[in-house]
C-alpha cells in the first residue's frame, strides 16, 4: 500500500509545485492589481472571472472526466486515438457554438443580470477566452492519464507566466484597469492553444465516433449540473452581493475569498488532480477489498491535510491580506476565517464523491448540489441584505458544510468505504483546539501577534501524535525513512 501512497504523493508534490509556480503569478499580480486598479475595477473583475469559469464549464462538457475515465477502457492506440478525437470535434463543435449564440443574444440577459459592468467588450473578451481555451482541456488530461505530471506543469507554467507578463503593463503601465488582466488572458490563450494542440496532435485524427460521443455524453454530461452547482456554491455571493451592494463591497469579498483559497488551491487542488487517475488506477489493479482500504487510508491522510491548510488560513488571515491586498481591503479580515471553514468543507466533500465517478454513477450528484445550491441561495437572501460580505461569507459556509454531510452519506449508500473515523475526529479535535486558541493570541504589536501563531501552527503535528492519531506502522515507517535519509547523508559526506 505504501507504493501505491508513495505515487500518489509524488505525483501530487509534482502538481503541487505546478500550482505553486502557476499560482505565484497571482501571488504577484493581485497586490499590484490590488493597489494599481481602484475597488470598483478590480470589483469588476471579480465579477468577470466566476462567468469566465461558468463558460469553461459548459464549453468543455464534461470531456476531462470522460477522457480520463473512459481511457483506461482498454490499452489500444486506435480506441484511444477515436476517444480523444471525438471528444476534440465535440468540445470545438459545441463551444463555437455556444459561442455564437452568446454574443448574438446574451447582452439584455447580462444587463438584467449584473447593473455595472458592460457587456462589451468585458464580456465578448471573456467569451473568445474561452472559446480558445476549452480544448486544452484534452491535452491537460491526457498528461494526467499519462503520469506526465511534469509536462503538465510545465505547460500550465509558461501559460500563466505569459498571462502575468502581458497583464501587468497593461494595467500599470498603460493604466488599462479590469480590461488588462482581460485582453492578456485572450492573447495568451489564443497562442497556447496551437501550443497544446501540438502536445495532443499524436492523439488525434480525423475521426469521430458516435457511440463513443453516447457514451461519453452520457458520462461527462451529468457533471455539468455538478460543476455548475459548485460554481454557485463559490459564486452566486458575489453575483448577488452586486445587487444590494457596490462593487467596492464585491471586491472585499473576492479578496476574503482568495486569500481563504489560496493554501487549498495551490496544495488540496493539486492532491485531488492526482486522485482521480490514481483512483482509477487503483480499482483496476486491485481487489475490492484491497482497494476500498487504500482509499479509505487516503481519505485519512486527506483530511488531515486539508485541516491543516484551513487552520494557517485562519491563523494567518490578516497577514495573508495584507500580503496580497492593501488597507483598501481590511474589511476582508472579519470573514477570512468564516471562509476558510468553508474551503475545509468544500475539499473535504470530494474525498467521498471519487466513489460516484469511479461507479459512473454521476447522476447521484446532482440532487446533493441542487440541495445545496437552495440552501446557498435562500441564505444568501436572508443575509446579504443587511449583513453584506458577512452574509455572503457565512451563506457559503452553511451550504458547503450541508453538501459535504449529504454527500458522506449518499457516497457510503452507492459504495462503502470504512474510513476511519476515530483518528479523522482527533484531527477534527486538534483544529478546533487550535482555532479557539488564536482568541488567546496577544493583540499588543504585529511580531510577538505573529510568533504565537507560528507557534500554534506547529503545535498541529505535535497534538495528532499526543492525541494518538499516528499509527505505529506509520511511525515505524518515518523512522525507517529518517534512518534511511541519515544514512544516505553519511554516505555522501
Known amino acids: 500500500m505504501y507504493a501505491r501512497i508513495k505515487t500518489l504523493f509524488n505525483e501530487s508534490f509534482v502538481y503541487s509545485v505546478g500550482k505553486i509556480l502557476g499560482r505565484s503569478f497571482s501571488v504577484v499580480t493581485m497586490p499590484i492589481f490590488t493597489r494599481a486598479m481602484s475597488v470598483s475595477e478590480y470589483g469588476i473583475l471579480s465579477l468577470l472571472r466566476p462567468f469566465q469559469e461558468l463558460l469553461r464549464i459548459f464549453f468543455e462538457m464534461g470531456a476531462s472526466a470522460s477522457a480520463a475515465r473512459f ?209 482509477y488506477q487503483v480499482a483496476k489493479e486491485e481487489t475490492q477489498d484491497k482497494s476500498d482500504e487504500i482509499f479509505a487510508y487516503v481519505g485519512t491522510l486527506n483530511t488531515t491535510i486539508i485541516l491543516f491548510f484551513g487552520l494557517c488560513t485562519g491563523l494567518l488571515g490578516k497577514e495573508l491580506i495584507w500580503i496580497f491586498a492593501s488597507s483598501k481591503y481590511a474589511d476582508a479580515e472579519s470573514i477570512v476565517t468564516v471562509l476558510a471553514i468553508s474551503a475545509i468543507f468544500q475539499f473535504l466533500f470530494f474525498i467521498p464523491s471519487r466513489v460516484f465517478y469511479l461507479e459512473k454513477k454521476m447522476l447521484y450528484l446532482t440532487p446533493l448540489l441542487l440541495f445545496a445550491v437552495v440552501i446557498n441561495i435562500g441564505c444568501n437572501l436572508l443575509l446579504i441584505p443587511e449583513h453584506g460580505a458577512v452574509g455572503a461569507a457565512w451563506a457559503n459556509l452553511i451550504a458547503f458544510g450541508g453538501r459535504s454531510v449529504l454527500g458522506l452519506i449518499l457516497a457510503q449508500r452507492v459504495h462503502y468505504i470504512a474510513y476511519d473515523y476515530k483518528r479523522i475526529g482527533k484531527a477534527f479535535a486538534v483544529f478546533m483546539a487550535l482555532m479557539l486558541a488564536r482568541y488567546l493570541i496577544p493583540a499588543e504589536s504585529a511580531v510577538p501577534e505573529l510568533i504565537f501563531k507560528l507557534a500554534l501552527l506547529a503545535m498541529y503535528p505535535t497534538l495528532l501524535y499526543a492525541s494518538g492519531f499516528f499509527e505505529e506502522r506509520e511511525l515505524r515507517r518515518a523512522r525507517e525513512l529518517f534512518r534511511e535519509q541519515v544514512v544516505r547523508r553519511v554516505m555522501r559526506s
Open 71 to 279: 481511457y483506461y477502457d482498454s490499452d489500444a492506440i486506435d480506441y484511444r486515438t477515436r476517444l480523444f478525437s471525438t471528444l476534440f470535434f465535440l468540445i470545438f463543435g459545441s463551444s463555437l457554438l455556444i459561442s455564437v449564440l452568446l454574443l448574438l443574444f446574451a447582452e439584455p440577459l447580462w444587463r438584467a443580470l449584473v447593473k455595472d459592468v458592460p457587456f462589451s467588450p468585458y464580456v465578448v473578451l471573456v467569451i473568445f477566452s474561452a472559446l480558445v481555451t476549452a480544448p486544452a482541456v484534452l491535452t491537460r488530461t491526457l498528461f494526467r492519464v499519462q503520469g506526465e505530471a511534469r509536462r503538465f506543469v510545465k505547460l500550465d507554467f509558461l501559460y500563466t507566466l505569459s498571462i502575468a507578463m502581458l497583464a501587468i503593463p497593461a494595467v500599470v503601465i498603460f493604466d488599462m484597469g479590469a480590461l488588462g488582466p482581460l485582453l492578456s488572458t485572450l492573447i495568451a490563450s489564443t497562442i497556447f492553444f496551437f501550443v497544446y494542440l501540438r502536445h495532443l496532435r499524436l492523439h488525434l485524427a480525423f475521426r469521430f465516433s458516435r457511440s463513443l460521443a453516447k457514451q461519453m455524453l452520457a458520462f461527462g454530461l451529468p457533471e455539468i449540473p455538478v460543476r455548475v452547482g459548485n460554481w454557485m456554491l463559490k459564486s452566486i455571493g458575489q453575483v448577488m452581493l452586486q445587487h444590494y451592494w457596490s462593487l467596492a463591497t464585491v471586491a472585499v469579498f473576492s479578496v476574503a475569498f482568495a486569500v481563504a483559497n489560496i493554501l487549498f488551491e495551490l496544495v488540496i487542488n493539486a492532491v485531488h488532480w492526482a486522485i482521480q487517475p490514481f483512483y
